[in-house]
C-alpha cells in the first residue's frame, strides 16, 4: 500500500465520527460535509510530508470547523450561526480539542448521523442511498452501480433525500436512555437493509456485494460505541456469519449452490471466528433478541464442518424461539426446512399447510413446498409446486435452480407412471 | 533472547482496506516472517479480530467477573498472552478463570478470537526460561 493509500484509509476510517462531530458543530448536513472534504484535502496536502498526527479524527474535525466556519463567513448569505457557545473556542489548542471527543458525544454524534438517514419520510432504498454517502462515504458513482441506476439518478435521489432531511428538525439534543434504544433499534434495521440489499443481489453482482462489506464496518463502529448490547453483537455475528459463506454461493456458471451443497472449505474462517464469538458473547446477556436468534442459526450451520453434522432439531428449536419473538409466516417456512431434516418431509409439510394463503405469492414457499413434496414422492404434485416457484422467481439464477430440480423429477423411475400424467 | 512483538494500529483504518490492500500486506508480512523463519527465529504468529469480539475477565480480590469489549487500562501493561483452542467462548473464559485463580493479585484477561495463526517454531538461540 503507497502512503497515500494509507491516507484514503484512515481518512475513510475517520469519517464517521468526523462528519458526525461537524454535524453537531455546524447543525446542517451540506456544512459538515463540505468542512469535512476540505479537512481531508489539507490532510492529502500536509500528511505526506508532516506524517500523519497522532489522532487523525481530532485534526480532521478541528481543521474541519475552522474551514466550515470560514466558509459560512465568506458566503456572506444571512446563515444563522450556530450558538455562539459552539464557535468561541475555535482558536483552543488541538489537545483541549480531543479532550472533549469524548466518547460519550462520539457515540451520540454517530448515533444522530446514522438515525437521521432513517428518516421515516424517506422510503428504504433512499435510507440505504444516504447511509452509505453520508455516514460511509461511498463514492456516488458505486452506489449507483450497485443498485443498477445511473450516477445522474443516484445523485438527485441523494440530493431530494437530502433537502427531505434539512426541511425537518434534526434532533441535537443528547437523547434520553430510552430514546437512545429507539435509535440504535432505527439505524440497526437500516443496517440490516444495507446488508441484505448486498447479499440477495451480491452473487451475481460484486457492486452490491461491496454493501455487505459497507454494512459490516458500520455495524462494527456501532457495536464499538455499544459494546454491550447483545442485540447489536447479533446483528453484526448475523452479517459476518452470512457474508462468510458468500465465495461459495454461486459455482462458476453464476449458479446459485444452497447450504447443503456448498464447499465448506470456501467459508471465509476468520468471518466465522468474529460471529461465533459474538454470537457467544451476546447469548451469554440471556436477553435474547431477533437478530441474536438468527446469528444463532447462522452459527449452527457455521458449526458443521460438513452439511450431514447440521444439527437440526437445535435450529429447528432456535426458529421456535424466533417465532414467539418475531412472527412470521416466513419464519415458520424456513422452521419447516429444520424440521424436514430432523423429522421428515410429512411433518414439515404439515407445518407448512396451514401458510398457503398467505405465501401463495412468495417464491420460496412454492420452492420449498416442491421439495417436500418430491420427497414423499407425489412427483405430480411437486411438478406445480416447482412451475409455480419459477412463474414467482426473483431472478433467473433462482428460477434456473428450480429448474433442476423439475429436470431431476422426470430423471428417476416413476412408481406409478399414472401419477406424472395427471 | 526471544522477543514478544505486540502490533499496535487503528483497527478501523485497517478494517477498510480494501481485500486487495489486505492481501497485498500479508503478502509482504509473510516475506518478512521468511526471512526469520529461514534462520530459525520465527515463533507464533496471530492475527486478532476485531476488538467489537472481545470479551474481558476482570478479576478482583474478590473474585472474577466477565464484561464485554476490550480491556482498557491504562495503568496496567501487556504482560503476555496464550494462544488456545476453545470450542465455545465459554470454554475460554473458563480457561482464563483457572489462569486467575493460578495468578495472584488483581488484573484482566482480554479474549479475543484469533483470525490468522501461523505456529512456527524457533530452532535458533538458547530461548527464554
Known amino acids: 500500500m503507497t502512503d497515500n493509500a494509507w491516507i484514503g484509509a484512515a481518512l475513510a476510517a475517520a469519517r464517521p465520527q468526523a462528519v458526525s462531530a461537524l454535524l453537531r458543530y455546524f447543525r446542517q448536513l451540506d456544512t459538515a460535509e463540505e468542512a469535512f472534504q476540505e479537512a481531508c484535502l489539507r490532510a492529502i496536502r500536509t500528511w505526506p510530508d508532516k506524517g500523519p498526527p497522532r489522532d487523525p479524527i481530532a485534526w480532521l474535525i478541528f ?12 458566503s456572506r448569505r444571512n446563515v444563522a450561526l450556530p450558538p455562539e457557545d459552539l464557535l468561541s473556542d475555535l482558536d483552543d489548542a488541538e489537545a483541549d480539542m480531543a479532550e472533549r471527543l469524548d466518547g460519550e458525544h462520539y457515540r451520540d454524534d454517530i448515533l444522530r448521523l446514522l438515525f437521521i438517514c432513517c428518516h421515516p419520510d424517506l422510503p428504504a432504498n433512499q435510507q440505504i442511498a444516504l447511509a452509505l454517502r453520508i455516514v460511509a462515504g461511498v463514492p456516488t458513482a458505486q452506489i449507483a452501480r450497485a443498485f443498477l ?10 440530493t431530494r433525500a437530502k433537502a427531505r432531511i434539512a426541511a425537518n428538525d434534526t434532533p441535537f439534543d443528547p437523547p434520553d436512555a430510552v430514546a437512545r434504544q429507539e435509535r440504535l433499534g432505527t439505524v440497526a434495521l437500516m443496517l440490516y437493509l444495507v446488508f ?3 447479499y440477495s443481489r451480491g452473487h451475481a453482482d460484486p457492486a452490491a456485494a461491496q454493501l455487505c462489506d459497507e454494512a459490516i464496518r458500520l455495524t462494527r463502529l456501532l457495536l464499538q460505541l455499544f459494546p454491550a448490547e447483545p442485540e447489536i453483537m447479533g446483528l453484526c455475528a448475523l452479517m459476518l456469519l452470512q457474508h462468510s459463506r458468500s465465495p461459495a454461493r454461486t459455482d462458476a456458471n453464476g449458479q446459485i449452490v444452497l447450504l447443503d451443497a456448498q464447499d465448506r472449505t470456501m467459508w471465509s474462517r476468520p468471518m466465522i471466528a468474529e460471529g461465533l464469538a459474538l454470537v457467544d458473547k451476546a447469548l451469554r446477556h440471556g436477553t435474547p433478541g431477533a437478530y441474536q436468534v438468527q446469528a444463532a442459526i447462522a452459527a449452527q450451520h457455521a458449526r458443521a464442518l460438513r452439511a450431514e453434522g447440521t444439527d437440526w432439531a437445535a435450529i429447528d428449536h432456535l426458529y421456535q424461539i424466533l417465532e414467539v419473538i418475531q412472527p412470521s ?11 424436514s431434516k430432523s423429522r421428515g418431509p410429512a411433518a414439515a409439510l404439515a407445518l407448512i399447510a396451514p401458510l398457503a394463503d398467505q405465501l401463495d405469492n412468495y417464491f420460496h414457499f412454492h420452492g420449498v413446498r416442491g421439495g417436500l413434496l418430491r420427497q414423499l ?14 412463474a414467482l422467481a426473483n431472478s433467473p439464477a433462482e428460477a434456473a435452480h428450480i429448474r433442476t430440480h423439475l429436470d431431476a423429477l422426470s430423471a428417476p423411475a416413476l412408481p406409478d407412471p399414472t401419477a406424472a400424467a395427471k | 533472547m526471544q522477543y514478544a512483538i505486540l502490533c499496535y494500529n487503528d483497527e478501523n483504518a485497517v478494517a477498510s482496506w480494501t481485500k486487495e490492500e489486505d492481501d497485498a500486506c500479508m503478502a509482504r508480512l509473510a516475506k518478512v516472517q521468511g526471512d526469520m523463519a529461514a534462520k530459525g527465529k520465527m515463533g507464533p504468529v496471530a492475527r486478532l479480530l476485531p476488538t467489537t469480539s472481545a470479551t474481558t475477565l476482570r478479576k478482583s480480590a474478590t473474585g472474577s467477573m466477565v464484561i464485554d469489549g476490550p480491556f482498557a487500562e491504562t495503568k ?4 503476555g498472552f496464550y494462544v488456545v483452542e476453545a470450542d465455545t467462548l465459554d470454554e475460554a473464559i473458563a480457561f482464563a478463570k483457572d489462569l486467575a485463580v493460578a495468578n ?9 478470537p484469533v483470525s490468522l495463526f501461523f505456529p512456527h517454531t524457533i530452532t535458533a538461540g538458547s530461548g527464554a526460561t
Do not use: C, H, W
Open chain 1, 63 to 74: 481543521v474541519g470547523r475552522n474551514s466550515g466556519v470560514d466558509a459560512i463567513r465568506k
Open chain 1, 149 to 158: 441506476v445511473r450516477e445522474t439518478a443516484m445523485e438527485q435521489r441523494i
Open chain 1, 196 to 198: 441484505n440489499e448486498g
Open chain 1, 329 to 339: 409466516p416466513v419464519i415458520t417456512l424456513n422452521r419447516a426446512v429444520a424440521v
Open chain 1, 377 to 390: 414422492g407425489n412427483a405430480a404434485a411437486a411438478r406445480i409446486a416447482f412451475n409455480r416457484a419459477i
Open chain 2, 76 to 79: 496496567e501493561q501487556f504482560l
Open chain 2, 104 to 112: 495472584p493479585g488483581i488484573g484482566a484477561y482480554e479474549l479475543r
